[in-house]
C-alpha cells in the first residue's frame, strides 16, 4: 500500500509536507510559548528538510534543536544558514542556502524560494511598551528576537514540487496590506502552478488573504494561523478564523478551504480533512 501523502499543522506556522516517504518541515516550534504547548520535539524528530521562512523567535528558536535531534538538512536563506552554523553550530553539510529566485533540490523535491512581505514590526517599540506596561513575556520575547534568532533575515516563501509533480505554496504571513497585485502576479508568474497554497491568516488581512488565493488560484488552500497566542499575549484582537474562510469561499468558490487547527491533517490526494488531537493541549 502507498504511503499517504499529507499535510499536517502542529500549531504557529509549523507544518509538515508528509509526501513520498520524505517529511518537509515549514518553521517547527514546538515549546510551551504565550500559554500554548501542543507538541513536543519527538513529533518532529523525523524531518528529512527542515525550511525556515524568517527569523523571528516563533518561527526560529525551535529550529536548530530539532535539526539536531533528526540530522534534516535546513532550507534558507544564506543569512539563516550563517546564523545556524555560527550560533547553532550545525555543519555545513546539514545547510542548502538559496537565494530567492533559486532552486533548491533535495530528497527527490525542487524547492524554489522567493520572497515575501511583512506586516510592519518595530522591535525597539515593542521592547519600550514591554518595559512600559510591565509586559514580562512581551519583554522576553523582544529581548530573544533580538539576540538568539536572525530577525533581520528576509522573509521567505517556499514552492515545492513533489515527486509526481504536484505543487504546495506556502506564502505564511505574507498575505498582508504591504503586499501588492504585482507582487502576487510577479509570483504566479514565477510559478505558475499551485495546487495547495498553505496561507497565514491573521489580524484583519481578510481581503489580503482573498487577494492572494484568486492570484495564485489554487485547488485548496489550507489556512492556519501563526499567532493565534502570540498576538492574545499581544493584547491584539483578530478576525475570527471562519471569516477568512467565509470570505474565500464567497469570492473564491472553485477554491477548496480548510480550516486548520493544531493537529489538522489533510490528505493530498482528495484533500480530505480531519482532526487528530495533539498529545499536549494549549495551557
Known amino acids: 500500500m502507498a504511503e499517504r501523502n499529507f499535510v499536517k499543522y ?41 525550511c525556515v521562512t524568517h527569523g523571528h523567535e516563533e518561527h526560529f528558536l525551535d529550529v536548530p534543536q530539532v535539526l539536531k535531534e533528526s540530522g534534516a ?23 542548502l542556502p538559496g537565494e530567492w529566485g533559486q532552486t533548491v533540490r533535495a ?10 512581505k511583512h506586516r510592519d514590526i518595530n522591535l525597539v517599540k515593542a521592547m519600550t511598551k514591554a518595559v512600559f ?15 538568539n534568532a536572525p530577525f533581520y533575515s ?56 482573498v487577494r492572494g488565493v484568486k ?14 497566542k502570540f498576538h492574545e499575549m499581544m493584547e491584539v484582537k483578530s478576525a475570527a478564523w471562519e471569516d477568512f474562510a467565509a470570505a474565500i469561499r464567497s469570492e473564491c468558490p472553485q477554491v477548496q ?3 486548520a487547527y493544531p493537529g489538522t491533517v489533510m490528505d493530498l490526494g482528495d484533500f480530505s480533512s480531519e482532526l487528530q488531537a495533539p498529545r499536549r493541549l494549549a495551557a
Open 154 to 209: 528576509g522573509y521567505t516563501g517556499f514552492h515545492v514540487t513533489l515527486p509526481d509533480g504536484s505543487t504546495v505554496l506556502n506564502y505564511n504571513e505574507g498575505f498582508n496590506s504591504k503586499t501588492t497585485d504585482e507582487d502576487l502576479a510577479q509570483l504566479k508568474r514565477q510559478h505558475p502552478r499551485v495546487d495547495v497554497l498553505l496561507a497565514g491568516m491573521q489580524l484583519f488581512f481578510i481581503e489580503d488573504v
Open 73 to 95: 538538512r535546513a532550507i534558507a536563506t544564506p543569512s539563516v544558514c550563517r546564523f545556524l552554523a555560527r550560533r547553532n553550530k550545525l555543519p555545513q553539510a546539514q545547510l
Open 133 to 147: 506596561h510591565g509586559n514580562a513575556t512581551q519583554l522576553s520575547w523582544a529581548w530573544s528576537s533580538a539576540t
Open 10 to 50: 502542529y500549531g504557529w506556522s509549523a507544518i509538515e509536507l508528509r509526501a513520498h516517504g520524505k517529511s518537509i518541515f515549514f518553521d517547527p516550534f514546538f515549546r510551551p510559548y504565550c500559554g500554548a504547548h501542543w507538541f513536543d520535539l519527538g513529533d518532529f524528530a523525523h524531518a528529512d528538510l527542515v
Open 257 to 259: 478551504v480548510v480550516l
Open 107 to 116: 530528497d527527490g523535491f525542487a524547492i524554489g524560494l522567493f520572497p515575501w
Open 215 to 228: 492570484a495564485l488560484a489554487p485547488k485548496v488552500v489550507f489556512l492556519y494561523p501563526p499567532h493565534e
